[in-house]
Every structure is written in C-alpha cells, then in structure tokens.
C-alpha cells in the first residue's frame, strides 16, 4: 500500500479529515513527520532541518487562513549532540519568530534515522477548506515553484549553503490570513502545483484550466534543469515548496494582491470538469514519502 491508498483508507474512517488542517472548536490541528532518508539530503544543516520541519507544519496553518498560536517538535536521532540540538532549535525557534508564534518544545528520544516529528495549533473563525471552488474562479498560487527541487540538484552537487538557503522557507501565515476572507478553497503546494489541483478538484467537483507559461517558476530551476521537460517537472511535480494554492473570484484577485507580503500569480481558471495544463491532461504526479 503506497501512501496515496493508506489516505484514503484513512479518509474512509476519518470523514472530518480532507484539509490541510483538522478544525476543533475554532483552533486548527496539524502533524507532520519527517525522516533523513527522504526530506533530509546529505548536507542539510539541523538549523536548517528544525526550521523546515517546524515549517511543514506552520504552512498547513496558513493553507486554513489561521493564525499560528504555537509548535512543538519530537526530535529523534541515533545520538544526542549538542550542537546539533542548538542549531535544531535554532532554527525551530527561527521560523515560529518569522511567522508571529511561539515553539514551545516537544520530545527527545532515540532513534536509527534522524526523524522529525511536528505539530502546529492556529487559530480561526472562518477556516478555508478545500472544497469551495467554482467554475470561473481563478486559480493562483504565492510566491515561486521549484525552489526545493532545486535545493535537491544543489545538496547532490554538494553546493550546500546555497542548498540549505533555498531549503528553507517562510510558512506563507501573512498570506493566508489575507486570503482567507476571499479564497473560496486553499491549500499548500507540498505534494507539488499538480497534485494539489487534483486534490482540490477532487475536494470542490471541478476542473482546473492552467498554463505552463504562467507559473512563477523561481529562478534557481532554470539554474539546474538539464532541459526544459525537467525543468517542468521541477516546477511542476516535485513538490515541497510549501506555497498556497487558492481559488478566488476574478473581483477579489486585484484587491488581495495589495495586501499581501509575497507574490500572487494568476496560472489558471477553475473548470467544471478535468485537470489541464496547456490543453493537455496534466497527470497527478507528486511528492510520494518513501521515494
């Protein structure tokens, strides 16, 4: 069973699960875990791995359009080392500042593989789900495509420090919140811009119409594609940028740029049916754990 098919056994049972975030009583509910073998590439710094884990799940709060209360971690490893702790928590502490929370601890234990378990809490009145999205709307998304994807070529080329720059991110909570009053559903691109518009479809009973030229791909895929279908796939399929994918009324697209802290790109149109880029069925590709 690949992790695809254990969701949706879970789905089965868990009918309240979906978003990115589960809601209770006004505040929203997120866990991620990460391993070394697959979210970790030799060279990763552990101030860059306790920013990025911590991250993870901070953006599953701004994909609600929440505000990030607090985040714990439980950090596991072969060994206790002291300096790796600090920078841990360096950059755990670093990325709940950057985003207006507080990190408030967690749990140590033992382990064979650096692993990496986080949880995040925000707050809402008016969370944003996945499934209000309607034929007409527009499709956007924040910020840039690729940017991990290139901090990947860049760890196994052994460019570390810029890697491990690129590897980080600010969890996009400004953006959510101001989204949030407008965009009819929203999500964080970490399976990758693909998978998430066949998650959204999936969840709204819609379609997707995008164009491959419109995507804000960042500069740094053009940088270590080795040709223009790789780069493509960077952009597209690989995943964990941790950037929104929302739906808005064309009215409300204008208005929310202004107040944002980041970019929003117009890529596409909300369709009553099937996922296309460039007139063509865009497959649902993705970040599988495990690959």
């Given at each position: 069973m690949?992790?695809?098919?254990?969701l949706?056994?879970?789905?089965?049972?868990?009918p309240?699960?979906?978003?990115?975030?589960?809601?209770?009583?006004?505040?929203v509910?997120?866990?991620d875990?990460l391993?070394?073998?697959?979210?970790?590439?030799?060279?990763?710094?552990?101030?860059?791995?306790?920013?990025?884990?911590?991250?993870?799940?901070?953006?599953?709060?701004?994909?609600?359009?929440?505000?990030?209360?607090?985040a714990?971690?439980?950090y596991?490893?072969p060994?206790?080392?002291?300096?790796?702790?600090?920078?841990f928590?360096?950059?755990?502490?670093?990325?709940?500042?950057?985003?207006?929370?507080?990190?408030?601890?967690?749990?140590l234990?033992?382990?064979?593989?650096?692993?990496?378990?986080?949880t995040?809490?925000?707050?809402?009145d008016?969370?944003?789900?996945?499934s209000?999205?309607?034929?007409?709307?527009?499709?956007c998304?924040?910020?840039?495509?690729?940017?991990?994807?290139?901090?990947?070529?860049?760890f196994?080329?052994?460019?570390?420090?810029?890697?491990?720059?690129l590897?980080?991110?600010?969890?996009?909570?400004?953006a959510g919140?101001a989204?949030?009053?407008?965009?009819?559903a929203?999500?964080?691109?970490s399976?990758?811009l693909?998978?998430?518009l066949?998650?959204?479809?999936?969840?709204?009973?819609?379609?997707?119409?995008?164009?491959?030229?419109?995507?804000p791909?960042?500069?740094?895929?053009?940088?270590?594609?080795?040709?223009?279908?790789d780069e493509r796939a960077?952009?597209?399929?690989?995943g964990e940028?941790?950037?929104?994918?929302?739906?808005?009324?064309?009215t409300?697209?204008?208005?929310?740029?202004?107040?944002?802290?980041?970019?929003?790109?117009?890529?596409?149109?909300v369709?009553e049916?099937?996922?296309?880029m460039?007139?063509?069925?865009?497959?649902?590709?993705?970040?599988?754990h495990?690959?």
């Open positions: 690949d992790e695809r098919a254990a949706e056994l879970l789905a089965d049972r868990l309240s699960a979906g978003d990115d975030a589960a809601v209770v009583d006004g505040l509910v997120t866990t875990m391993h070394e073998a697959t979210d970790f590439p030799a060279g990763t710094t552990r101030e860059t791995a306790g920013w990025r884990a911590v991250g993870a799940s901070l953006s599953d709060v701004a994909a609600m359009g929440a505000d990030p209360v607090a714990v971690a439980a596991a490893a060994a206790f080392d002291a300096d790796e702790l600090s920078a928590l360096d950059g755990a502490t670093g990325v709940c500042e950057a985003v207006g929370c507080e990190y408030v601890g967690g749990d234990d033992e382990h064979d593989e650096f692993t990496v378990a986080t995040a809490i925000g707050r809402t008016d969370p944003v789900p996945r209000g999205a309607e034929p007409g709307e527009e499709v998304v924040t910020g840039t495509l690729g940017r991990s994807a290139a901090a990947f070529r860049l196994e080329r052994e460019a570390v420090e810029r890697a491990n720059y590897y980080r991110f600010t969890p996009r909570v400004a919140r989204l949030g009053p407008h965009a009819t929203m999500m964080d691109s399976d990758g693909a998978r998430s066949h998650q959204l479809a999936e969840a709204s009973g819609c379609g997707f119409d995008v164009e491959y030229d419109a995507l791909v960042d500069e740094s895929v053009r940088e270590v594609a080795s040709d223009s279908a960077l952009a597209t399929t690989f940028d941790f950037e929104l994918v929302c739906t808005l009324p064309e409300a697209v204008e208005e929310v740029q202004g107040s944002l802290d980041c970019s929003l790109t117009r890529i596409g149109m369709t049916a099937g996922i296309e460039d007139r063509e069925a865009l497959a649902d590709e993705g970040w599988t495990g690959r």
